[in-house]
């Protein structure tokens, strides 16, 4: 199958640094890559603020028109988001789609989900995105026949009939919030259970399902490209000392991610503010990589999710050059490469280390004819050390236990009368 050929253009407009910019720009060849699109030309402006009709001002629509002639370009990217009068007049202008960059995450995401509530959400984020800019799209909306930016809502006619497409839009509102409840049911049964939870997030391409794949055991989808991961996905995990607890992997973050995304992806999301610890998983070899980290940290506060103990997870060491410096972080962190055994097993060190500081100690002697409260012991605290006393027909334990774990009950059963 033949690649689109695809223009990317972009504003640096004055209260933008130079070094945003270039990776705002960099981040877009990413995108239009995972697309599967071919980047063939890029036209970049340096502007006070954008034009109202163009965005890029009438001289640069025109080098963008030749460009396009000249590439025999399928595609123009833009690097942020376009008003439907921009697009009306830019696809006049150039004669072939022209489509912006949240439009182009939608349709990354409209390929990525693969469960029910993925699916949903992102043909939510695509109507949302969508509605305001029906007004004079006629021309523009009569060209989606396939390729980049024409994934999601399926055969409807968006450019008939605004209430049918709110109409829409509150159905699959209802559907997100059965499937909601349906995994809110879900985290209370694994509450119920106590597990443990621990959440991979960071900025995509981090490398946060290939550490869920190495230290899980288990095969997850690992692939150069952004976005490799959308809908969250949770493996069991066992911590050096034995305690076995669970790992979540979520959606990759990115700059400036699209306001209709968020809202979105909120449930999916909320996977984050379940877990007792996060690991925020950083790419150390991007050049931007405070940047990135900065990203992560304030779509976590616009989660709410700020309170939720930390590890930095200073990722793909390997890969750093000699001039470069890890960026500063709170305590705890880790710098390792994924690949590596010995630093998986550093991580989870620190992990199980992290975690004792949220659990409380304690010393219990129980007899070893109660198998049931021994059981329990074992499966759902974290031992220190285990001790059989053959003289007084009991089992000694020193561990770590959650302060609102249902096992407490035994272990201060036991602790009163030791």
């Known amino acids: ?53 163009t965005y890029i001002g009438s001289g640069k629509t025109q080098e963008l028109a030749e460009a396009v002639s000249q590439k025999e370009a399928d595609l123009v990217v833009f690097n942020d988001e376009l008003t439907a009068g921009q697009v009306r007049n830019l696809d006049a202008a150039v004669d072939v789609r022209v489509i912006d960059r949240t439009q182009l995450i939608l349709d990354i995401f409209a390929g990525r989900a693969h469960t029910k509530e993925g699916k949903i959400q992102v043909e939510l984020a695509q109507l949302m995105y969508i509605l305001p800019r029906l007004s004079g799209q006629g021309q523009v909306l ?27 839009m509150d159905d699959l509102k209802k559907q997100l919030a059965d499937v909601k409840a349906h995994r809110e049911s879900y985290r209370k049964q694994r509450r119920k259970n106590s597990n443990v939870q621990f959440a991979l ?88 990589a405070y ?27 390997d890969r750093l050059t000699r001039t470069q410096s890890l960026p500063a972080a ?31 100690y304690y010393h219990v002697r129980i007899p070893a004819d109660d ?18 006393l053959e003289d007084k027909n009991s089992f000694d334990y020193k561990g770590y236990v959650l302060e609102d774990h249902p096992v407490n009950g035994t272990i201060n059963k036991y602790e009163s009368t030791y």
């Open 1 to 53: 199958m033949m690649k689109e050929k695809v223009i990317i253009v972009g504003c640096q407009f004055s209260h933008m640094e130079e070094e945003q910019f270039n990776m705002r720009m960099d981040e877009l060849k990413a995108l239009v890559h995972t697309a599967g699109g071919e980047i063939v030309a890029k036209i970049e402006q340096s502007r006070q603020r954008p034009d109202a009709a």
């Open 142 to 168: 009569s060209r989606l026949g396939g390729g980049i930016g024409t994934r999601g809502p399926g055969e409807t006619k968006l450019e008939t009939d605004r209430r049918h497409i709110q109409r829409r």
């Open 201 to 288: 997030v960071g900025y995509t391409n981090a490398g946060k399902s290939t550490l869920l794949h190495q230290l899980s055991g288990t095969e997850t989808f690992q692939e150069d490209l952004l976005f490799a991961t959308l809908d969250p996905l949770t493996r069991k995990i066992e911590l050096p000392s034995g305690y076995e607890a669970l790992l979540t992997d979520t959606v990759g973050f990115i700059q400036d991610l699209p306001t209709s995304l968020v809202a979105a992806f909120r449930s999916t999301l909320e996977e984050v503010k379940e877990a007792d610890i996060l690991l925020h998983v950083v790419d150390a070899s991007h050049p931007e």
């Open 291 to 317: 940047a990135q980290m900065k990203t992560v940290e304030e779509l976590l506060s616009e989660l709410n999710a700020s309170s939720i103990p930390l590890i930095t997870v200073f990722n793909k060491e």
């Open 330 to 360: 709170g305590k705890p962190s880790i710098s390792i490469s994924a690949f590596q055994k010995s630093d998986q097993l550093r991580l989870l060190q620190l992990m199980e280390d992290t975690l004792k500081q949220q659990m409380r």
């Open 371 to 388: 198998g049931k409260s021994l059981a329990s012991i074992r499966r759902y605290t974290l031992i220190k050390s285990e001790e059989l």
